[in-house]
T-cell receptor, first 116, second 116 residues
Framework: AQKITQTQPGMFVQEKEAVTLDCTYD???????LFWYKQPSSGEMIFLIY??????QNATEGRYSLNFQKARKSANLVISASQLGDSAMYFC?????????????FGTGTRLKVLA | DVKVTQSSRYLVKRTGEKVFLECVQD?????MFWYRQDPGLGLRLIYF???????EKGDIPEGYSVSREKKERFSLILESASTNQTSMYLC???????????????FGPGTRLLVL
């Protein structure tokens, strides 16, 4: 069974608008971390934001925020005030910390295109 | 700043050749990972290592082997390259420390391998 699901292969957003990229996950481990990465066309993976399973508040990093709904097992990324430079692939990932192996599991990604 | 380097950005090899992909990190990270990235499939873990000379199979280890003789270096070996191993290969490293559950992986720039 897929542990990380990103159901939106592609998204468009108008410049300066907000956009939400969906991510759902599946785990029985009570201790886990959720990550979002950005991959521009150049190929490098850029870490954006992290949410721990025990964190009470949603994580925020500048224009990025993570809408964490634990009961629904969702960890959506919200990008506010989109910029042309936000056009990229975005990957959601999970690490099950209780497993002791510290492996990361990735979703299939969402390609975001910001329109001028 | 953490730096993860990979030996080549682009590589073209012939079917049946032995291929070595090298990855070096400079942050004294215990964990190192090799992924392949294919369109629509996201990142899939090939092998990872949590210590020198230690290795664990990931989700798709068939046709690959790895070597970690020094902490900073993790090599991926394609014993006999095949056309279905044409892909983008990403190396990553991470720190393991109790309590630092939010520590992310750091990625290299990737190697685009074409097997003819």
């Amino acid at each position: 069974a897929q542990k990380i699901t990103q159901t939106q292969p592609g998204m468009f957003v108008q410049e300066k608008e907000a956009v939400t990229l969906d991510c759902t996950y599946d785990t029985s481990d009570p201790s886990y971390g959720l990550f979002w990465y950005k991959q521009p066309s150049s190929g490098e993976m850029i870490f954006l934001i992290y949410q721990g399973s025990y964190d009470q508040q949603n994580a925020t990093e500048g224009r990025y925020s993570l809408n964490f709904q634990k009961a629904r097992k969702s960890a959506n990324l919200v990008i506010s005030a989109s910029q042309l430079g936000d056009s990229a692939m975005y990957f959601c990932a999970m690490r099950e910390d209780g497993s002791g192996t510290y492996k990361y599991i990735f979703g299939t990604g969402t390609r975001l295109k910001v329109l001028a | 700043d953490v730096k993860v380097t990979q030996s080549s950005r682009y590589l073209v090899k012939r079917t049946g050749e032995k291929v070595f992909l090298e990855c070096v990190q400079d942050m004294d990270h215990e964990n190192m990972f090799w992924y392949r990235q294919d369109p629509g499939l996201g990142l899939r873990l090939i092998y990872f290592s949590y210590d020198v000379k230690m290795k664990e199979k990931g989700d798709i280890p068939e046709g690959y082997s790895v070597s970690r003789e020094k902490k900073e270096r993790f090599s991926l070996i394609l014993e006999s390259a095949s056309t279905n191993q044409t892909s983008m290969y990403l190396c990553a490293s991470s720190y393991t420390f109790p309590g630092l559950a939010g520590e992310t992986q750091y990625f290299g720039p990737g190697t685009r391998l074409l097997v003819l």
